[in-house]
C-alpha cells in the first residue's frame, strides 16, 4: 500500500492513533523470545503486555524499572540490582526509551539542550542510556514526532547510535542493535547499508511527506510506504478491556478525528462555545 499521499488511509473504522502506536510498540518485541521487556512510558507498557498476551508469550515483563509484572500489570516479584545487570549487560533485555532528540543514525539526548557547559534546558540526565543500547536492544518510543525531536545532530550523546558504535569496535557492537522507533506519526528503523533512519510505515491518515517535513534530516523512503498494520479484534478487546480500560492512551496521543470533531463542535473544545 502507498501511503504518499497526503491523508491517505483513514484506517480502521474506530481504532484510534493511539491504538496503533500501541500496536508498533509491541510489534517491536516480536520474535525476541524469553527476554526482559522494559518498556518506559504509558504506551509502551500496553505494547510490551500485548504483546506477551499473544505473539510473544515469553516475554518477562518488568515496570521499566525494579518490578516484575504480570499480564494484567499487578506486581509478581522483585529485579535485584545485581539481576537486572545480569539481564541488561548480557543482551537478555529489550527496553523502549523514550528520546528528546535523536538523529539519523540513533544517537539519543535525553540530557539538556544546548551546550553541555551552558545548556539552555537541564532533562533527565544521561542515566543508563549508554548501558542500555551498547548492551541489549533498544527502541525508542517518542510521542510528539518533531523536527525539534528528530535533529541532524544531538546536543549530547546519551544513547549510542549506530555511527558511534561502529567507530568504537566490536566490544561496542556485540549486543548493540536500535530494532525501531515509534511515533505518533510513523515506524521507523536503521535498516539501510550506512544504518541511518529509514521509514517503515506511516500510521493511517498521515502521509510520508507529513513525517518527512517534521524530521529535521533527510530520511530513506522506500518507494512504496505502507500502513501500519490494522490491530486484530482480539487486541482491540485486549486493549481497550484489559490492557488500559481508561483510555489513558488518547492522553498521551490524542486521536486527530476526534480533535477535529471536538473543533467543529458548536459549544465543544475549541468550538467556540463558553
Known amino acids: 500500500m502507498n501511503a504518499e499521499g497526503a491523508g491517505a488511509g483513514a484506517g480502521a473504522v474506530g481504532v484510534t492513533r493511539a491504538e496503533y502506536c500501541v500496536i508498533a510498540c509491541a510489534e517491536a518485541w516480536r520474535g525476541d523470545g524469553e527476554v526482559l521487556a522494559s518498556p518506559m512510558g504509558l504506551i ?24 516484575l509484572v504480570g499480564l494484567d500489570g499487578a506486581p509478581e516479584g522483585w529485579l535485584p540490582y545485581r539481576r537486572h545487570l545480569t539481564a541488561v549487560t548480557g543482551g537478555r533485555r529489550h527496553v523502549m526509551m523514550g528520546a528528546s532528540q ?6 539519543q539526548n535525553i540530557a539538556c539542550v544546548g551546550d ?20 541489549n536492544p533498544t527502541s525508542y518510543w517518542i510521542p ?12 549530547l550523546v546519551c544513547g549510542v547510535g549506530y555511527d558511534r558504535a561502529g567507530a568504537a569496535g566490536p566490544s561496542a557492537t556485540r549486543f548493540h542493535r536500535l530494532p525501531r522507533v515509534v511515533t505518533d506519526l510513523a515506524v521507523l528503523d536503521f535498516a539501510t547499508p550506512d544504518h541511518s533512519m529509514r521509514l517503515v510505515s ?13 524530521t529535521g534530516f533527510g530520511l530513506t523512503v522506500p518507494d512504496e510506504v505502507p500502513f501500519t498494520r ?29 480533535a477535529a470533531r471536538n473543533r467543529e463542535t458548536p459549544g465543544g473544545p475549541g468550538g467556540g462555545g463558553r
Open 44 to 67: 509502551p507498557s500496553i505494547g510490551a503486555r500485548l504483546a506477551r498476551h499473544t505473539f510473544s508469550p515469553d516475554l518477562l515483563l518488568t515496570d521499566g524499572e525494579a518490578l
Open 102 to 107: 535523536i538523529d539519523r543514525f540513533g544517537n
Open 116 to 135: 553541555w557547559s551552558r545548556p539552555r534546558r537541564q532533562l533527565l540526565g544521561v542515566r543508563g542510556a549508554p548501558v542500555n543500547t551498547l548492551n
Open 144 to 155: 510528539r514526532h518533531s523536527r525539534r525531536v528528530f535533529v541532524e545532530r544531538v546536543d
Open 202 to 214: 506511516v500510521h493511517p491518515g498521515v502521509s510520508a511527506e507529513q513525517v518527512g517535513e517534521a
Open 230 to 258: 490494522e490491530p486484530t479484534a482480539e487486541e482491540l478487546e485486549l486493549i481497550r478491556t484489559v490492557l488500559d480500560p481508561k483510555n489513558l492512551r488518547d492522553r498521551e496521543v490524542p486521536d486527530p478525528e476526534n
